[in-house]
């Protein structure tokens, strides 16, 4: 018995060995997933939110939503009511990241055309890429110092200024200050004679961008702000209907299930095309 045990966990270490000389290949990860993972991971870090990944993000959506549903149905005896819920959930964390993410691009959209015009000035006065970009962790705009500085303890500690950037791309995820850093990674690697000419220029678009995008959405946010005040009144309802079992006992039946089945389908439609129509186009990080 012994030697038969033996004679197995030599057999398996001998396939393990053999099978390691055979490396497995990598799943392709479809490319409409890897967008969308993409995508989340960059309004993650537009929130500013640290130490969050969109694979984490997802998960603890997940989890706040079978939670929301479990204490639903504790709670309304109703499990259809409770799915509505617990999807509403599982959608709130999400719908924060990108709140949060808007924000702070508008505000960035506005500091942006400053950072342009300090890089500017600084590469007029003969000062090296690397020092332009490390002054703006000092005298840069507030909202983007934190970058810059964790750019100068980079490129201090490696002396690498193309890692370095790479870094800053990171933190950033932003299309503009990707075609800054490429702009200023070609400078450094071959020359630029064109870029303070290309520098006015990106700045005098970011200006323009700027103001006609606050134009628009000053003219349309009471607009989008009441398709969203129309989306949630029937759910705050349905809330208020939740604190009364025997009000809800007709959405534990089939008509009842119908009804919010075509509610919810009618909900995400109408805001789908709310967002769709009143939509602002977003630049795409194509430099990335």
């Known amino acids: 018995m012994a030697a038969a045990l033996w004679g197995l966990v030599l057999g398996l270490g001998l396939a393990s060995i053999w099978w390691s000389f055979w490396p497995r290949e990598q799943a392709a990860v479809p490319r409409s ?3 969308r993972i993409d995508r989340l991971h960059d309004e993650i870090v537009l929130a500013g939110i640290r130490g969050l990944g969109a694979w984490t993000l997802v998960g603890f959506a997940a989890t706040l939503a079978v939670v929301v549903l479990l204490l639903g149905y ?3 005896q109703v499990l259809p009511v409770s799915l509505c819920f617990a999807v509403m959930a599982g959608w709130a964390p999400f719908a924060v990241v990108r709140a949060r993410a808007r924000k702070r691009r508008s505000r960035l959209r506005d500091v942006w055309p ?21 002054q703006l962790g000092e005298r840069g705009p ?13 490129y201090r500690a490696s002396g690498r200024f193309s890692e370095a950037l790479d870094l800053l791309k990171e933190r950033l995820s932003d299309p503009v200050a990707d075609r800054l850093v490429e702009a200023l ?9 064109d870029l303070g000419r290309v520098l006015r220029a990106l700045s005098t678009f970011l200006r323009e961008d700027a103001r006609a ?22 759910w705050a309802v349905l809330l208020l209907l939740a604190t009364r079992g025997s009000t809800l006992e007709a959405y534990g ?6 009804v ?3 509610g919810a389908g009618v909900t995400v439609a109408a805001y789908r095309l709310m967002v769709t129509l009143g939509r602002l186009p977003e630049e795409q990080r194509v430099l990335r």
Do not use: K
């Not at 995008?213 to 029937?234: F, G, I």
């Open 33 to 35: 997933r890897r967008r």
């Open 74 to 76: 504790a709670v309304t």
């Open 114 to 134: 400053d950072v342009v015009d300090h890089v500017l000035s600084a590469v007029r006065a003969g000062l090296a890429l690397p020092e332009a970009l490390v």
């Open 142 to 154: 507030e909202e983007l110092r934190p970058q810059f500085q964790e750019f100068t303890h980079d």
């Open 185 to 193: 990674r070609i400078a450094r690697d071959v020359g630029g004679a």
């Open 213 to 234: 995008r606050a134009e628009l959405e000053a003219r349309q946010s009471w607009t989008v702000n009441a398709a969203r005040l129309a989306m949630a009144a029937p």
């Open 253 to 258: 039946t089939p008509g009842g299930v119908v």
């Open 260 to 262: 919010l089945a075509i």
